[in-house]
C-alpha cells in the first residue's frame, strides 16, 4: 500500500477463512514483521475460539510467515503451517482473489494514503463490505459473515425454492436447469484429483 512519500509502504496483514472466504483478521504495519504476524494469529485463534488442531494456516513463503517467532506460535496455539508450493502461481488462489478485489476496489486511492490511521481506516471499512455487504460469487452470491455463521443454508434453500416454483409456472422460460443454489459442504485449497481423471491421463 502506497504511503505519501515515494518509496514508503504500509503493509497490510489479511486473514482468510477459505470455507467461508470471511477476513478474520486485518491490520496494517509500517514494516513486515514475524512478531507481528505472530500477535495476529494470536488475537484471530481467541476471538474465533479455535481449538488446537481445528486449523491449517496456509500462506506464502515470505519471512514473516515462516520465521522462528511465527512458527512458535502456531506450535503453541496448535495450528498446523501450510506454505506455497515453489514456483506454482496458483498455490493460494483464494488469498489471490482476496488482494486483488482489495486493490481493484473502486475507493482504493490510487495516489496512496496519506498516513498509517489513513490506510487503516480505509482497510477497516472495506473489510466491513466485504465481509457484510459483499455478495461474494465464489460462495453462491452471499456474504461471507453470513456463511461463516452457518446463516447461509437457509438463504440458499429459500433462492432454490423460488427458482424452483418460477420455473414450475413459467417452464417455457427456462430451456435448461435452474441455477444451482446448493450448499457448499467442501472446500480445496488445491483440490485432490479425481481416480477417473488420473486413469484417463495414464492411458492418453
Known amino acids: 500500500m502506497k504511503g505519501p512519500i515515494r518509496g514508503q509502504f504500509y503493509y497490510l496483514y489479511l486473514f482468510m477463512d477459505i470455507f467461508s472466504r470471511k477476513i478474520v483478521g486485518r491490520e496494517?504495519?509500517?514494516?513486515e514483521s514475524m512478531e507481528l504476524s505472530a500477535e495476529i494469529v494470536d488475537k484471530i485463534c481467541k476471538m474465533e475460539k479455535i481449538k488446537k488442531?481445528?486449523?491449517?494456516l496456509h500462506s506464502d513463503n515470505g519471512g514473516p510467515m515462516k520465521g522462528a517467532t511465527m512458527?512458535?506460535?502456531?506450535?503453541?496455539?496448535?495450528?498446523?503451517?501450510?506454505?506455497?508450493?515453489?514456483?506454482v502461481s496458483d498455490d493460494n488462489p483464494f488469498s489471490e482473489a482476496l488482494f486483488k478485489t482489495t486493490k481493484y476496489c473502486p475507493e482504493?486511492?490510487?495516489?496512496?494514503f496519506n498516513s498509517l490511521d489513513e490506510a487503516r481506516d480505509w482497510c477497516k471499512v472495506f473489510v466491513d463490505w466485504y465481509n457484510n455487504k459483499h455478495?461474494?460469487?465464489g460462495i453462491k452470491f452471499v456474504t461471507p459473515t453470513s456463511r461463516h455463521e452457518?446463516?447461509?443454508k437457509k438463504v440458499l434453500q429459500l433462492r432454490k425454492e423460488v427458482y424452483i416454483?418460477?420455473?414450475?409456472?413459467?417452464?417455457?422460460?427456462?430451456?435448461?436447469?435452474?441455477?444451482?443454489?446448493?450448499?457448499?459442504?467442501?472446500?480445496?485449497?488445491n483440490h485432490p484429483k479425481r481416480k477417473d481423471d488420473v486413469e484417463i491421463k495414464k492411458v492418453s
Open 71 to 87: 512458527l512458535a506460535t502456531l506450535q503453541e496455539l496448535g495450528v498446523m503451517p501450510s506454505f506455497s508450493r515453489p514456483s
Open 108 to 112: 482504493y486511492p490510487a495516489n496512496g
Open 150 to 152: 452457518g446463516l447461509d
Open 28 to 31: 496494517v504495519f509500517e514494516l
Open 165 to 189: 416454483k418460477a420455473k414450475l409456472l413459467n417452464p417455457s422460460r427456462w430451456s435448461k436447469n435452474t441455477r444451482n443454489w446448493d450448499w457448499i459442504d467442501e472446500v480445496f485449497l
Open 135 to 137: 455478495l461474494h460469487s
Open 53 to 56: 488442531g481445528q486449523i491449517i
